[in-house]
């Protein structure tokens, strides 16, 4: 029986030693535990949907089904794994398609080994980790997009601050006592009506607007 005090992780890398060392340095940490891994995107689909982990490690460029492909095929699915895209840094042009795609963050192949650890804890807590360069690329794209603030109900308001703050829809749900239905019909709405394409889009709106953290 898995422990619900340790956060369960997949590894997607098409290098096996690569998941070796990650799997060595993370079945260490008293509050991870590496549950799987996965050669290809669609094996990491398909583990992802098996294990249903809490996060996944996801190499970018993999053989077959790439990172950015399986991104967008785990969003379809509607898979609460946070993915946390593993990249090297002459692959930084792939991190903000990587993030459109439902990536909550990323780090760099030479990630110090703890700092890993603590990418993992921050996404598994709901946060969208993001260095400053690429919050600014993902800003200036999304400039001069939307109807702004005013378009949006006070309701819609409220769901934006909390989607600021990292919360999942079960969590807005929760802290504004509705249903995850009817949170999942605002986030819908709050992305139409400001054109963004996903909840980190409309997250570092919110932000940049004084809306929430």
């Known amino acids: 029986m898995a422990d619900p005090g340790r956060i369960r992780v997949l590894l997607v890398d098409d290098h096996q030693v690569v998941r070796r060392g990650l799997r060595t340095f993370l079945q260490v940490q008293d509050d991870i535990e590496v549950v799987g891994e996965a050669a290809d995107g669609e094996e990491g689909v398909a583990r992802a949907e098996e294990l249903r982990p809490d996060v996944v490690l996801m190499d970018v460029k993999m053989p077959g089904l790439d990172g950015i492909e399986a991104l967008r095929t785990l969003r379809d699915l509607d898979n609460p794994a946070r993915v946390l895209v593993v990249t090297s840094f002459t692959e930084k042009r792939t991190v903000v398609p990587a993030l459109r795609a439902g990536a909550a963050g990323y780090v760099y192949k030479d990630v ?63 802290a504004l006592v509705l249903s995850e239905k009817t949170v999942k019909t605002h986030v819908s709405n709050i992305l139409m009506k400001l054109d963004l394409s996903d909840r980190t889009q409309a997250a570092l709106w919110a932000v940049r607007h004084g809306i929430g953290a």
Do not use: F, K, M, Y
């Open 112 to 174: 110090d080994p703890e700092a890993l650890a603590r990418a993992i804890r921050s996404v598994h807590s709901g946060h969208v980790l993001l260095q400053p360069e690429v919050a600014l690329a993902l800003l200036s794209q999304e400039e001069g997009g939307g109807q702004g603030r005013g378009s949006l109900t006070e309701r819609e308001r409220e769901v934006l601050a909390l989607i600021a703050d990292g919360r999942s829809n079960r969590e807005i749900a929760r």
